[in-house]
């Protein structure tokens, strides 16, 4: 290895816009080999992915690239400085070239009085894959090492993890970097505390196995994991609301008025938990709002999303052993209308043997459902 670069930036998340411009300066500055180090400047927070998980993240990004390479995360420049010092010694004859992105060069022109980075490590800009703060390169202090000219990029792409969090785009983001985000749970919305203080512990343990498994779900069924992750973490969030709270709002909310329905927390927790998290929490995307909606009884025309989250609920590993647990689990491998209605039927089994009327919501699904099978859909 004769030339490479160490490509510090956020990379929160690795889009592919960070891979085109790795590519371009692979090319225009003749490197052989780039590293990737990720940036943790932020504070931690549970949905924030870590040093570990950034690492991870580039990892996975990087799978098919023969020429790039994740490296270890940094928290400050110091730490950044001894990585460098880390490079230059152990592949020693290579010439190292940094490149940086705008917004990580602007922290590094708001340091004061620290010797940073070796003197012959040139800088070069190569603009910011999230387009933020774009068309004003931050100068650097020349003192950090001196900073050379490098390329801009059309800031095309608009890629944020805040359009994660809505589930819009995930096509910016490397597939198997995706599954990691979807896997971990990382990037969530801000509302973990909110979440979990609404509801008792053993809920918030169950909530946990349901968003884990319904990522796994999606990821076998070919389902949206962002979107399966975001519905599964609200589903139960009304579970332990008061119930005539509950009724005012399916009354305001669907206009309401089967008393059947209004006497049943169980019925009203999934169209409830749906109102609140857009509401209160801001989720606008109407198939993850659904997928709450729905989660208890299902509806005739279930789509995809609506079956993992569904599914994901029944089977989850925190759940106490029931009739059916295990033939639901057996045939979530392979079919989710199948273990759907295995898990309905279960349901419908347990309450008439209680000697109560089992929801008509639930028998018009059981119903869709055996039509859906046995048309071979
Ligand atoms: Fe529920
Ligand atoms: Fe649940």
Same mark, same amino acid.
């Given at each position: 290895?004769?030339?490479?670069?160490?490509?510090?930036?956020?990379?929160?998340?690795?889009?592919?816009?960070?891979?085109?411009?790795? %590519?371009?300066?692979? $090319?225009? +500055?003749?490197? #052989?080999?780039?590293?990737? *180090?990720?940036?943790?400047?932020? &504070? =931690?927070?549970?949905?924030?992915?870590?040093?570990?998980?950034?690492?991870?993240?580039?990892?996975?990004?990087?799978?098919?690239?023969?020429?790039?390479?994740?490296?270890?995360?940094?928290?400050?420049?110091?730490?950044?400085?001894?990585?460098?010092?880390?490079?230059?010694?152990?592949?020693?004859?290579?010439?190292?070239?940094?490149?940086?992105?705008?917004?990580?060069?602007?922290?590094?022109?708001? %340091?004061?009085?620290? $010797?940073? +980075?070796?003197? #012959?490590?040139?800088?070069? *800009?190569?603009?910011?894959?999230? &387009? =933020?703060?774009?068309?004003?390169?931050?100068?650097?202090?020349?003192?950090?090492?001196?900073?050379?000219?490098?390329?801009?990029?059309?800031?095309?792409?608009?890629?944020?993890?805040?359009?994660?969090r809505q589930?819009?785009?995930?096509?910016?983001?490397?597939?198997?970097?995706?599954?990691?985000?979807?896997?971990?749970?990382?990037?969530?919305p801000d509302h973990?505390?909110?979440?979990?203080?609404?509801?008792?512990?053993? $809920?918030?343990?169950?909530?946990?196995?349901?968003?884990?498994?319904?990522?796994?779900?999606?990821?076998?069924?070919?389902?949206?994991?962002?979107?399966?992750?975001?519905?599964?973490?609200?589903?139960?969030?009304?579970?332990?609301?008061?119930?005539?709270?509950?009724?005012?709002?399916?009354?305001?909310?669907?206009?309401?008025?089967?008393?059947?329905?209004?006497?049943?927390?169980?019925?009203?927790?999934?169209?409830?938990?749906?109102?609140?998290a857009r509401e209160r929490f801001g989720v606008t995307?109407?198939?993850?709002?659904?997928?709450?909606?729905?989660?208890?009884?299902?509806?005739?025309?279930?789509?995809?999303?609506?079956?993992?989250?569904?599914?994901?609920?029944?089977?989850?590993?925190?759940?106490?052993?029931?009739?059916?647990?295990?033939?639901?689990?057996?045939?979530?491998?392979?079919?989710?209308?199948?273990?759907?209605?295995?898990?309905?039927?279960?349901?419908?089994?347990?309450?008439?043997?209680?000697?109560?009327?089992?929801?008509?919501?639930?028998?018009?699904?059981?119903?869709?459902?055996?039509?859906?099978?046995?048309?071979?859909?």
């Amino acid at each position: 290895m004769q030339r490479a670069g160490l490509f510090v930036c956020f990379f929160d998340p690795v889009l592919e816009a960070h891979l085109q411009r790795a %590519k371009a300066a692979l $090319r225009e +500055f003749k490197l #052989d080999r780039i590293f990737f *180090l990720p940036c943790m400047f932020k &504070g =931690a927070s549970p949905v924030l992915p870590d040093g570990e998980d950034k690492t991870e993240m580039c990892k996975r990004a990087l799978e098919n690239e023969t020429r790039m390479e994740a490296g270890a995360s940094f928290r400050t420049f110091s730490e950044l400085s001894l990585l460098f010092e880390h490079y230059v010694q152990r592949y020693e004859g290579c010439e190292f070239v940094c490149l940086m992105e705008d917004s990580v060069a602007e922290r590094l022109s708001q %340091k004061k009085n620290e $010797r940073l +980075f070796p003197k #012959d490590l040139p800088i070069r *800009l190569v603009g910011n894959a999230s &387009g =933020a703060g774009r068309g004003k390169p931050a100068p650097v202090r020349e003192d950090a090492g001196g900073m050379f000219p490098g390329f801009s990029f059309a800031p095309e792409e608009k890629t944020e993890k805040r359009r994660i969090r809505q589930c819009i785009c995930p096509e910016g983001i490397p597939a198997g970097e995706l599954a990691y985000i979807a896997e971990k749970g990382l990037y969530l919305p801000d509302h973990v505390q909110e979440v979990r203080s609404m509801i008792s512990a053993h $809920r918030w343990t169950h909530t946990l196995g349901v968003r884990a498994t319904a990522v796994r779900l999606a990821s076998r069924f070919g389902v949206n994991m962002l979107k399966a992750s975001l519905a599964a973490f609200y589903h139960d969030c009304a579970k332990d609301q008061n119930i005539k709270d509950m009724r005012r709002i399916m009354y305001r909310e669907y206009g309401c008025t089967d008393e059947d329905i209004l006497r049943s927390s169980a019925l009203m927790h999934g169209p409830v938990g749906a109102a609140i998290a857009r509401e209160r929490f801001g989720v606008t995307d109407t198939e993850v709002l659904n997928a709450i909606r729905f989660h208890t009884t299902g509806r005739p025309d279930m789509n995809a999303l609506d079956l993992v989250v569904f599914v994901a609920d029944a089977i989850e590993p925190n759940r106490e052993d029931y009739p059916g647990l295990s033939e639901i689990r057996r045939l979530s491998k392979t079919s989710l209308e199948l273990a759907a209605l295995e898990s309905l039927r279960r349901t419908r089994e347990y309450v008439l043997r209680q000697g109560k009327a089992f929801n008509p919501q639930g028998e018009e699904t059981i119903r869709a459902l055996e039509n859906r099978l046995r048309r071979g859909l």
